[in-house]
Nanobody
């Protein structure tokens, strides 16, 4: 079992920045690929970013590429999502997720989820 707790969400103006954190507890964090997803009201949950076990490989949705950066610190059992140049369309609940070994763009392939943190970007 892996327990995930997100933090760092909030209200920010367009063009601003936020840094989300996801703290993991339980089994070996370094054995899990990590992903960030988001879900806006009335919309499907969508992929944002994913990172490999050691952090050397990363994937991003086209909508956030160049603005968001995913990273992880295995010594601290934490994954981060640095969000810059935020836009109103980035408004959503952001979730971190974990799956063994191999990262994925599909939310259906992740086994463990945090409770989510709200990000609201005002125009």
């Amino acid at each position: 079992q892996v327990q995930l707790v997100e933090s760092g969400g909030g209200l920010v103006q367009a063009g601003g920045s936020l840094r989300l954190s996801c703290a993991a507890s339980g089994r070996s964090f370094s054995n899990y690929a990590m992903g960030w997803f988001r879900q806006a009201p009335g919309k499907e949950r969508e992929f944002v970013a994913a990172i490999s076990l050691g952090g050397g490989s990363k994937d991003y949705a086209d909508s956030v590429k160049g603005r968001f950066t995913i990273s992880r610190d295995n010594a601290k059992n934490t994954v981060y999502l640095q969000m810059n140049s935020l836009k109103p369309e980035d408004t959503a609940v952001y979730y971190c997720a974990a799956r063994p070994y191999v990262r994925s763009w599909s939310h259906q392939e992740y086994d463990y989820w945090g409770q989510g943190t709200q990000v609201t970007v005002s125009s």
